[in-house]
C-alpha cells in the first residue's frame, strides 16, 4: 500500500469508485480507495438502479444525464459490462399539478437537447402493453431512461481507475483520520498509514462515523426501503423487447421489468428509521425483513395501474438501508471547517447521479470549483443547528414524500422550529406566516384577520398571492418594517481589517469612517461568488453583510487569506438582529423615534452612522433592498423585541406595518436587483450579472487572475429583467426562455409579481447576442410559452429619486 497518495477516498460504493475514477481522469493518479469489506458493500448492492435523467433543477438534469450517456463509454472503456438497459421511462400525470410539472421538466430538457417528450395514450399503450393508462392527464416519455447493473457500474469505474495508476484496497477500513499541522491528513488503517493533503469521505451508510473520526458530524440518518420483483409474467416473457419503466409518482411506486418479471419499489408514509444513532460496523450484505403490509397501499395503486403485478407471485423483496440528508439531496463539497476533507455522501439517487457527482467532485477537489452551481448540493447548506431532531423529522417527510411534488415557494413544516429570535412570538401574534431560512424561522407574510394561516401551494398563484401583494403595497405607498435578521452579519476588527477586506473582495473598501460599498466576492473561476455590502463604522472596525444561507459557503473563501495580527472577523449573525425599514413614510418613522438627523442631507444614501431608536442602540445603515428609501438598522439580539414594538408602534400611526420577505423578494424585482443564490452564483462572470463596476483592478483581492481573465472574455449571457404576459402564475425561478422560432435563449433565475408596477416580472439569463431592449422572448411557465419582453430599465424609480431622496 503507498505511504502516501493525493487523494485518499474512503468506500468502495458506486460513489467512491466513481469519484476515484474521475480524479485520475482528471489528471490525479497518485490516488487510492480504502473499502472496508468487497466494493459495493453498503446501499449499492442490493439497489433497484433505476436511473432517470430529468430533474426539476435543471443542473442536476445535466449531470444526471452526464451519468446516463457514461455507462456505455465506461464499458467501452473497461471491457467491463455496467449492465445497462435504457428501454426508456414513462412519466405519468394523473393531476393538474402533476401536469404542468412534466411540461416544465419537458421545456428544461429541451433547452438542453435532452430526449423528453409528451406522447399520446396509444404511442404509451404501444410502449407500454401492460399499463391501464385511465385516469392519466399526460405522458412524458424519456428514450434513455432504465437501469443498470449496480456492480458491474461500481466495478467498472475500479478497474478504470486501477488503469489509469489509482489502488484500491479491499478489506481495509480505515480507522483513523487525523489532520497534521501542515494542513495535510494521515489515514490509519490496520495495513499501514497514508498521508495525503485530500480526504474523500464516500462511506455511504457509514459517511456519519467516518466524519466522526474527523470530528465533522453529518445532518445523515438511515431508512428502510423496499421493493419486490414478480414471477415471470407471461405477456413480457411472449415479448422480444424490454419494457419502459414507469414513473407514477402520483401513485408514489416505481417499477420497471426485472427478468420476466416486473420490479415495483415504494417509498412508503409509514417509513421506518434504521440505525438512528449509528450504522454498526459489523453490518454486512444483511437485508432486512420483508414488511410488504407497509408498502401494500403503493402496491395497490401499482396493481390498479398494471393490473399483471397483482397476478404475478412475488419472486424476492429486497429490504434494504439508504442514508438521507434532511432534504434528500447529496451533502457534497469540503467540509469548510478543515482543509481537505471533501463529503460525497448522502446520495439517494446514486445511479442517476453517480457519473456527475464523481466528475464534479474531482473537479472541486482538484481546481477549488465545481463547473456547475451546485448550492443545493452543498453541504455548506447545514450548520450545526441541523441537528439529529430536525434532520430525523425532515428525513421522515422527506421519505414519507419523495414523489411528492415540489412548488416553488414551498417550505415544509417538519422539525420546525429550530432557532427563532426575540420577536417571533410577536411576530406570530401580528400574524406571520414562517419560513426556514439557514435554521431560522423568518415571516414571508402577514395574515389578516380572517385569512388562513396556512399557505397552499402549487403553480399558479396562491393562497399568500394577495397578502403579499398588500403589503408590498403598503411599503411603496407608505412604509414597511422587514425583519432582515437573517442576512449573515460579520464584524472585522483590528488594524488590518482594512487591508484584510481589501484581499478579499474585488471592491475597495470605504475609507472614510460612515461609507459603504456594495463588492463582489469572485470564485475560483472569476464568476461571482458572492454579494456583499460594506461598511466603515469606526476607524478599525468594518461590518460586512451577506447572504444567510450562504454563511458557510462564504467562510471557504474568508479561510483562504490569513488575517494579519491583532485582527479579527467573526460572524455576528446570532448577535445581531436588523430590520428594513422602507418606503416613502420611512423617514418620518424613524424620525418620530430618534434624535438623530435622518433628514436627506442628514442621513445621505449609502451612508451610517450608529443611532439612538426607541432608546435602542442601532447601528443604521441607509440602503434597501426594497430599492425604495428606507434603512437597514443592526441592533444587539437582546434589544430586538424592544426596537420591533417602537417600530410597529410608529409605523401604524402613518399606516405602514409589517412586510415579510415574500414581499422583499417582489420590491426588490421590481428594482432589479439581484439576488445571491439566484442571480449570483461561480456559474456567472461580473460583466454578465451587471457588477462589472464594482469590480477594483487596482488593487490585489481573492481570485484576481480569474476574475481578470474572465472580464477579457465576451459576455456569454446577460443578466436581463423581463415583463411576462401571464395570467394566473408568475415565474418563480429555473424557468427555460426561448426565442420566439423555439431556440433556447436562456433561463429565468428569479420571478414575481411587481404589485406595485402591476407587472409579472422575472430576472434571468439570456444569450449576449440577444439581449437587446425590447426584444421579445418565451417564458415556459406552466410549462408553456408565455411572451416575456426584455425591459430596457427595471421598472421601478428608474431616476433613482425615491432611492437616494
Ligand atoms: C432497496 C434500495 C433500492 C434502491 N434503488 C435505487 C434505484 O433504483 N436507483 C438509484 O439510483 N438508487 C437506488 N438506491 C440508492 C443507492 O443504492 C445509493 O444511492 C447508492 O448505492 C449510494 O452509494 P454510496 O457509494 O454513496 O454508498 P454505499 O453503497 O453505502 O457505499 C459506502 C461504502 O463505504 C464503505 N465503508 C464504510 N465505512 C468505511 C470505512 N471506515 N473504511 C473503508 N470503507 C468504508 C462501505 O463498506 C461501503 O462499501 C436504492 C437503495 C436501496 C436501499
Redesign the pocket.
Known amino acids: 500500500m503507498r505511504s502516501h497518495a493525493q487523494a485518499v477516498v ?9 469519484i476515484l475514477y474521475h480524479l485520475t481522469k482528471a489528471g490525479w493518479t497518485d490516488v487510492v480507495l ?18 432517470h435523467g430529468l430533474h426539476d433543477v435543471t443542473n442536476i438534469s445535466r449531470l444526471q444525464h452526464y451519468t446516463m450517456n457514461l455507462y456505455k463509454e465506461l464499458e467501452a472503456e473497461t471491457g467491463q459490462s455496467c449492465g445497462v438497459f435504457q428501454p426508456g421511462s414513462l412519466y405519468l400525470a394523473q393531476t393538474e399539478n402533476r401536469v404542468h410539472q412534466l411540461r416544465l421538466q419537458k421545456a428544461k430538457a429541451r433547452r438542453y437537447g435532452m430526449n423528453f417528450h409528451e406522447v399520446g395514450r396509444d404511442e404509451a399503450e404501444r410502449l407500454h402493453p401492460l399499463v391501464n393508462f385511465d385516469g392519466v392527464r399526460c405522458i412524458m416519455f424519456e428514450p434513455d431512461g432504465g ?1 443498470v447493473d ?1 456492480s458491474g457500474v ?1 466495478n467498472a469505474y475500479a478497474i478504470g481507475a486501477r488503469q489509469s495508476g489509482a489502488e484500491i484496497h479491499r478489506f ?4 483513523g483520520t487525523e489532520p497534521q499541522p501542515n494542513g495535510s491528513w494521515i489515514v490509519r ?1 490496520d495495513k499501514g498509514d497514508i498521508r495525503t493533503p485530500w480526504i474523500v469521505n ?6 456519519r ?2 466524519a466522526a ?1 474527523a470530528g465533522v458530524e453529518l445532518p445523515l440518518i438511515p431508512t ?4 419486490f420483483v414478480t414471477e415471470t409474467i407471461p405477456e413480457i416473457s411472449a415479448m422480444n423487447r424490454r419494457l419502459p419503466s414507469v414513473a407514477d409518482r402520483d401513485g408514489e411506486y ?1 417499477l420497471r421489468q426485472e427478468g420476466k418479471g416486473l420490479l415495483v ?1 415504494a417509498y412508503e408514509r409509514d417509513m421506518r428509521f434504521w440505525a438512528e444513532n449509528g ?1 454498526p ?1 459489523d453490518f454486512g450484505h444483511e437485508l432486512f425483513a420483508d414488511d410488504l403490509e407497509r408498502i401494500e397501499d403503493n402496491m395497490m395503486r401499482a396493481i390498479d395501474r398494471v393490473p399483471a403485478v397483482g397476478t404475478a407471485g412475488i419472486k424476492r423483496v ?6 438521507w440528508s434532511p432534504d434528500s439531496s447529496a451533502l457534497f463539497g469540503p467540509v469548510p471547517e478543515l482543509q481537505g476533507y471533501f463529503c ?11 457519473g456527475g457527482l464523481g466528475r464534479l467532485s474531482a473537479e472541486w477537489i482538484i481546481t477549488g470549483e465545481p463547473t456547475l452551481d451546485l448550492f443545493g448540493w452543498d453541504l455548506a447548506r447545514y450548520g450545526s443547528w441541523a441537528g439529529k431532531a430536525f434532520t430525523k423529522a425532515r428525513v421522515a417527510d422527506q421519505y414519507a414524500h419523495r414523489f411528492k411534488i415540489h412548488y416553488p415557494n414551498e417550505e415544509r413544516t417538519a422539525g420546525r422550529p429550530v432557532r427563532t429570535r426575540p420577536a417571533y412570538e410577536r411576530q406570530k401574534e401580528l400574524g406571520a406566516v414562517f419560513g426556514l431560512n439557514y435554521g431560522w424561522e423568518h415571516p414571508l407574510w402577514f395574515r389578516a384577520e380572517g385569512e388562513p394561516d396556512v399557505e397552499t401551494y402549487g403553480f399558479t398563484r396562491q393562497n399568500w398571492w394577495e397578502p403579499v401583494g398588500r403589503e408590498a403595497r403598503m411599503l411603496r405607498d407608505r412604509a414597511g418594517i422587514i425583519d432582515i435578521s437573517n442576512f449573515a452579519k460579520y464584524v472585522a476588527r483590528g488594524p488590518g481589517a482594512e487591508t484584510w477586506l481589501n484581499t478579499i473582495f474585488a471592491n475597495r473598501m470605504p475609507r472614510e469612517v460612515g461609507r459603504s460599498c456594495l463588492t463582489p466576492l469572485i470564485g475560483v473561476r472569476g464568476g461571482i461568488a458572492g454579494d456583499f455590502t460594506v461598511t466603515k463604522m469606526a476607524e478599525d472596525e468594518f461590518w460586512v453583510i451577506g447572504s444567510g444561507m450562504a454563511e458557510r459557503f462564504h467562510q471557504r473563501f474568508f479561510n483562504a487569506v490569513p488575517l494579519p495580527d491583532d485582527t479579527t472577523f467573526l460572524s455576528r449573525t446570532e448577535g445581531v438582529c436588523g430590520f428594513n425599514v422602507a418606503g416613502p413614510l420611512s423617514r418620518q418613522i424613524l424620525q418620530s423615534l430618534s434624535n438623530d438627523d435622518f433628514s436627506p442631507n442628514g442621513f445621505c444614501f449609502m451612508r451610517s452612522k450608529p443611532v439612538e431608536i426607541a432608546g435602542v442602540t442601532v447601528g443604521a445603515l441607509r440602503v434597501s433592498f426594497t430599492g425604495d428609501l428606507g434603512w437597514e438598522l443592526h441592533c444587539h439580539t437582546r434589544d430586538q423585541l424592544r426596537l420591533y414594538d417602537a417600530l410597529i408602534e410608529a409605523g401604524r400611526a402613518v399606516g405602514a406595518g409589517p412586510v415579510g420577505s415574500r414581499a422583499l423578494m417582489s420590491l426588490r424585482l421590481e428594482k432589479g436587483y439581484g439576488s445571491w443564490g439566484r442571480e449570483y452564483s461561480p456559474e456567472w462572470w461580473p460583466q454578465e450579472s451587471n457588477l462589472e463596476r464594482l469590480i477594483n483592478l487596482d488593487k490585489d483581492f481573492l481570485n484576481k487572475s480569474a476574475c481578470t481573465s474572465t472580464l477579457s472574455k465576451p459576455a456569454r449571457e446577460k443578466m436581463a429583467i423581463f415583463e411576462i404576459e401571464v395570467e394566473e402564475a408568475d415565474a418563480s425561478g429555473g424557468e427555460p426562455i426561448f426565442l420566439p422560432d423555439g431556440t433556447p435563449a436562456g433561463q429565468v433565475t428569479s420571478g414575481a409579481y411587481g404589485y406595485h408596477v402591476e407587472k409579472s416580472l422575472a430576472l434571468g439569463y439570456v444569450r449576449a447576442d440577444v439581449a437587446t431592449p425590447g426584444r421579445v422572448f418565451d417564458v415556459a411557465i406552466l410549462g408553456r410559452p408565455h411572451r416575456a419582453t426584455l425591459l430596457e430599465q427595471p421598472p421601478f424609480d428608474r431616476d433613482g429619486s425615491r432611492l437616494r431622496g
Open positions: 474512503i468506500g468502495g460504493g458506486v460513489i467512491g469508485c466513481s480504502l473499502e472496508r469489506s468487497e466494493l459495493t458493500s453498503g446501499s449499492t448492492w442490493h439497489a433497484a438502479a433505476n436511473m437501469n449496480p461500481t481495509t477500513p480505515v480507522t488503517t464516500a462511506a455511504g451508510l457509514w459517511a462515523e467516518v473520526l428502510e426501503h423496499q421493493y416505481y419499489g450504522t460496523q429486497i429490504n434494504g438501508p439508504m442514508i460525497c455522501c448522502g446520495i439517494i439517487p446514486g445511479f442517476s447521479q453517480n
